[in-house]
């Protein structure tokens, strides 16, 4: 099934700033190594600690079949664990799973006409039968695949086939992360570093869906909450990376790494809290 090409212009008008204040409540520092790309909470097995992804945790077999680059994760509410990755040299996307007893599977993408080959995160439906995914650049869509591992119509022998879109209503650019903070609604961070869709530059989005994932194109619009915090002893230009939404604790997360040589000494993951 074709998917439509993303867009390469910006988008003129912007949203108002949404209602929803998310405020700093800390920060921990993020190794650049091991936590640079990606976060996730896990709920199973019960006081799972937090994963992170950088380039440090890919496994030297799966680096050594040309998947350099893994991008944010995910856990599912019943304990399944999905890291997206890419190749720079292929025409597929590689998504591996870990279930609740601990083995691993890879379930490998074929891309579809118009879809680009970045696989910058994944985030999974409330229900774990969908997987919503991203490109880069700027786009109007996020792409949405049966859950490997979980989806009944997903095996590891077989292509993981593309399922359907969120249609945004306002253009997004270089999305590192989304995550489900409830059944219809998705916040993402966005590493766009123009500031001329919202207005600011690494902004905190909101996606409210038109229902919930079931297999059909829904709508999303998309609001912008808050620009990301840009605060390093270096100056120059800031990454912002994965996106965390722990529904136990109400706590948002984000990955945010700092300019230049500062990027080993105070890249940060931040926390905030919902008022």
Not at 118 to 143: A, C, H, K, Y
Not at 243 to 271: A, E, N
Request: with cysteine; proline share 7%; aromatic share 8%.
């Amino acid at each position: 099934m074709a998917v439509a090409a993303a867009v390469s212009v910006a988008v003129c008008a912007a949203p108002a700033l949404g209602a929803d204040t998310w405020t700093e409540a800390g920060s921990d520092r993020a190794d650049p190594l091991t936590e640079s790309q990606g976060l996730t909470s896990v709920e199973v097995p019960a006081d799972s600690p937090n994963r992170y992804t950088g380039i440090g945790t890919i496994p030297g077999d799966v680096s050594s079949r040309g998947w350099n680059h893994v991008g944010d994760p995910d856990a599912s509410y019943d304990g399944h664990y999905i890291e997206p990755y890419q190749r720079d040299d292929g025409g597929a996307k590689m998504f591996r799973v870990q279930a609740p007893d601990g083995s691993w599977s890879e379930y490998t993408h074929e891309l579809v006409s118009g879809e680009a080959l970045n696989n910058s995160f994944v985030t999974i439906s409330p229900d774990g039968q969908w997987m919503v995914s991203g490109e880069w650049g700027t786009t109007t869509r996020l792409l949405v695949f049966p859950t490997p591992g979980i989806h009944p119509a997903t095996s590891p022998s077989a292509d993981l086939p593309y399922g359907f879109a969120i249609n945004l209503d306002h253009a997004v650019r270089d999305v590192q992360g989304c995550d489900f903070s409830g059944p219809v609604t998705l916040l993402c961070s966005s590493d766009d570093p123009e500031g001329s869709l919202f207005g600011i530059t690494k902004p905190l989005l909101q996606v409210d869906l038109s229902a919930a994932p079931s297999g059909s194109d829904v709508t999303g619009h998309v609001t912008a909450l808050r620009q990301l915090p840009l605060q390093s002893s270096c100056s120059g230009n800031f990454e912002a990376e994965g996106i965390d939404f722990d529904r136990r604790t109400g706590t948002l997360r984000v990955i945010v790494l700092s300019p230049g040589v500062c990027v080993v000494s105070d890249s940060k993951t931040w926390r905030f809290t919902r008022s």
